[in-house]
């Protein structure tokens, strides 16, 4: 167990701390509840599970060799970003300008243009693999764990948006708060471009 703390911290930090998938997440929870924003919470998971698992059987590997391929996930990531600010921008608590909230496929599919996630994956693959242990095993226990520890994080972030709701029954506070996660989703959406 002590031997996976520093998987534990850095899969924390990592799901704990802002980015695409955890602004998308407040807002979700602000706009739809937890249960709305729960399908959302689920692909998430099991997007960042499956691109743990890859990236640490080889995927990542294909990063190093093309890094253009990182290149072109930013700039991607960074316009899907700028897509949903735009959407998020125009969303009214309990009725979003998008008729639902975000579905599993779709928060599961977004890692793959996440930058966040890819930067998660390939650090967890190149610092975190269990020494000594086959690929197959090895994967598996980084990716569960990544699982485990990154779950309740991101649905602290989906709980955060569901505790402001109530402070956002005036039209123009959900105004406010939603131009700022927009604009707040497009900061990142430039950070990734740099």
Known sequence: MTELLPLMTYCMVMSGTPGPNNMMLTASGANFGYRGALPQILGISS???VQTLLTCLGLGSVFAAYPMAHSVLRVAGALYLI???WQLSGARIGE???PRPATYLQGALFQAINPKSWVRAITIASVFMPPGMEPVPGALLVAVVSLMV???CISMWALFGV???RLLTDP???RIFNLAMGAALVLLALMFLR
Do not use: C, S, T
Request: no cysteine.
């Open 96 to 98: 979003a300008r998008a």
């Open 172 to 174: 123009r506070k959900q």
């Open 163 to 165: 505790a402001i709701r």
């Open 47 to 49: 997007g960042v599970f």
């Open 150 to 152: 990154g779950f309740p």
């Open 83 to 85: 897509f949903l600010a």
